[in-house]
Each structure stands twice: as C-alpha cells, then as structure tokens.
C-alpha cells in the first residue's frame, strides 16, 4: 500500500523558515511527478509546488515563488519544501501528492496519491 508521510511542520514567527519532508513508501518514486499542496481553513486545496520526476523540472505558484524551493532525493523516496520569508497566509495544513503525468500539473485530481497532511502555522 502506497504511503506519503509527511513531516517538519509547525508553529513559526513571520520572517521564520521551515523544511517539510514527504516519505515515499510502496511507491517506484522515481517515476512519478510529486507536487506540494496546501489547504487553509475554508478554501480549496491550492497548489504551491511541483517537481519532475527527475527533478529538472519545478514549477511554483506565484504566491510562492522566490521564497519556496521544492526538491527531491530519489535514493531516499524522499520530496522537500524549503520554505523561506514565511507569511501569515501560508498557514494551511501541507499535502505532498504523487502524479503518473509525464510533466508537472497543478491540478489536485491529477495526483494519485496523498499524504495525511502537516499543519504549518505562521504567526504575525
């Protein structure tokens, strides 16, 4: 049974950083494209990041993008979010999700598998 496990969230001052991790188990890692998403209190799921599956390739939402840095470490089944100059707005619970697709997607339905969730709280 495939599995995402998530880890690193937690409670930080705005202006602070944090490094999520998302273990990869049953699952040939190195074959999939493998996404952040997140989700806040009463909104939908949003994409933050993505990430081939070779890791040359990465795509960032704009809310993110030059503070957050995705990568991954195919020998250990393992996918990073370094995210740096965290917001208020970034507190959501953090979902890494794998994809069959060939290239980076944004869309939550096209990601097989989901991890539980790490919640990320930034305070102001």
């Known amino acids: 049974q495939v599995q995402l496990v998530e880890s690193g969230g937690g409670l930080v001052q705005a202006g602070g950083s944090l490094t999520l991790s998302c273990v990869a188990s049953?699952?040939?890692?190195?074959?999939?494209?493998m996404g952040w998403f997140r989700q806040a209190p009463g909104k939908e799921r949003e994409f933050v990041s993505g990430?081939?599956?070779?890791?040359?390739?990465?795509t960032y939402a704009d809310s993110v993008k030059g503070r957050f840095t995705i990568s991954r470490d195919n020998a250990k089944n393992t996918l990073y979010l370094q995210m740096n100059t965290l917001k208020p707005e970034d507190t959501a619970v953090y979902y890494c999700a794998a994809s069959s697709f060939y290239r980076v997607v944004v869309t939550p339905s096209q990601y097989t598998y989901w991890g539980q969730g790490t919640q990320v709280t930034v305070s102001s």
């Open positions: 049953e699952l040939t890692f190195n074959i999939y494209v």
């Open positions: 990430i081939s599956w070779s890791g040359g390739s990465t």
